[in-house]
């Protein structure tokens, strides 16, 4: 079974400072990992998302997240900060199974920009 | 491209009755679609996948005479909850994955279903 931790279910952060949010995972084969964001009243919008090729992943909006096999991680990152970042992050977790793998959700991390 | 939508967005019933959620993909067919529900400040947990044109098959847990799922095309997903409870009333999310996608899942805005 897998599962995804997100550490701190509320973060902040002031505009145009560094944003990391925080993704631990466990799983019994190497995994695909996700980042996911959820605007108010909108659906989950896929950030990027690791499957085995690159580490440093580079997603929309000036995100990257790095796969870390050692520490089990998938921080989500963004150099500076801006005021429409602010939403709920999500990260996935699931195993390859031939277009049949199914998402695993952490408890979501809501990021709020100070002006 | 890849947008799914979900009707209604809101709803409200009394306890004993029973509401049906629809989820379309608008743009593209989607050969199987995911219902997940999510509690407040929890993460979205898996209630179903559901294949056009078989059965759904149900996460461990899930009531499927609870929760009957419909993917009668490949652009409709219907959820209803039957004989609704107050502690049914939850968020309900619902995502598409078009044919070979491999791993991707486009998502819904979420239905908040309510009941009194």
């Known amino acids: 079974a897998q599962s995804v931790t997100q550490l701190g279910s509320h973060v902040s952060v002031s505009e145009g400072a560094l944003v990391l949010l925080r993704c631990n995972y466990s799983?019994?084969?190497?995994?695909?990992l996700f980042w996911y964001v959820q605007y108010p009243n909108q659906g989950l919008q896929l950030l990027l998302k690791y499957t085995s090729a690159a580490t440093l992943v580079k997603g929309i909006n000036g995100f990257e997240a790095e796969f870390k096999k050692s520490e089990t991680s998938f921080h989500l990152t963004k150099p500076s900060a801006h005021m429409r970042d602010a939403a709920e992050y999500f990260c996935?977790?699931?195993?390859?199974?031939?277009?049949?793998?199914?998402?695993?959700f952490g408890t979501g991390t809501r990021l709020t920009i100070i002006p | 491209g890849a947008v799914v939508s979900q009707h209604p967005s809101r709803v409200i019933c009394k306890s004993g009755t029973s509401v049906k959620i629809e989820c379309r993909s608008l743009d593209f067919q989607a050969t199987t679609m995911f219902w997940y529900r999510q509690f407040p400040k929890q993460s979205l947990m898996l209630m179903a996948t559901?294949?056009?044109?078989?059965?759904?098959?149900?996460e461990q847990g899930v009531e499927k005479d609870k929760f009957l799922i419909n993917h009668a095309s490949l652009t409709l997903s219907t959820l209803t909850v039957t004989s609704a409870h107050p502690e049914d009333s939850s968020f309900y999310i619902c995502?598409?994955?078009?044919?070979?996608?491999?791993?991707?899942?486009?998502f819904g805005p979420g239905t908040r279903l309510t009941v009194l």
């Open positions: 559901s294949n056009e044109g078989s059965k759904a098959t149900y």
């Open positions: 799983s019994s084969v190497p995994p695909y």
């Open positions: 995502s598409a994955r078009p044919p070979l996608a491999g791993d991707e899942q486009f």
């Open positions: 996935a977790v699931s195993l390859p199974n031939f277009g049949n793998e199914k998402l695993t």
